[in-house]
């Protein structure tokens, strides 16, 4: 599938993405910086659930200190989180 963020919903998801911890902010931007304009529906989907975590526990998944559990242990948000982890 191609991309599906418009210029609106790209501006919305880097608001989201700021964060309050600056190292969540520098890998969530980067991230965007090299994927936005393909990312999938589900992909947009998993950034979101996981911009939906505390600071602390998105940092965790970020470094790999935690692997995601329970809603978040789904193919999309592992294929983001890959791509998070590489930033």
């Known amino acids: ?4 963020l418009g210029e609106v919903e ?4 880097r608001w989201r993405a ?12 980067r991230y965007l910086d090299r994927h936005e304009s393909s990312l999938t529906v589900d992909e947009v989907l998993a950034l ?3 911009l939906d975590l505390s600071d602390g526990e998105l940092f965790d998944l970020l470094l790999g200190r935690k692997e995601p559990a329970g809603g ?6 592992r294929t983001v989180l890959g791509g998070l982890r590489a930033a």
């Open 1 to 4: 599938m191609g991309p599906v």
């Open 10 to 13: 790209r501006r919305r998801l």
């Open 18 to 29: 700021r964060r309050g911890l600056l190292e969540n902010d520098i890998i969530v931007t």
């Open 48 to 50: 979101e659930a996981l």
């Open 72 to 77: 978040l242990d789904n193919n999309a948000v």
